[in-house]
């Protein structure tokens, strides 16, 4: 499942990051912001308008992202607590 498949408030388990090229530099920035394997990850909320952007956070941080950048981003809700 991707992230942007996610319903607010539902928790999952970050399975990989999606690269189009081996230099990507979108996937390389979520990777920094800490869109790793295994780390847990909440849909807090999505927009108003076309549910863009969402917020979603990671540990205590929360982000906004842009609907085809959260689609990057699989997860595992099977795993989540």
């Not at 539902?10 to 390389?28: F, G, Y």
């Amino acid at each position: 499942m991707r992230l942007s498949e996610l319903s607010p408030g539902a928790n999952a388990i970050v399975a990989h990051v999606e690269a189009t090229n081996p230099s990507d530099p979108i996937a390389r920035r979520l990777s920094d912001l800490g869109f790793v394997a295994g780390e847990p990850v909440k849909l807090v909320a999505s927009g108003p308008i076309g549910a863009d952007p969402l917020l979603v956070q990671i540990g205590f941080t929360r982000f906004a992202l842009r609907r085809s950048e959260a689609a990057r981003v699989h997860v595992d809700v099977s795993e989540a607590c």
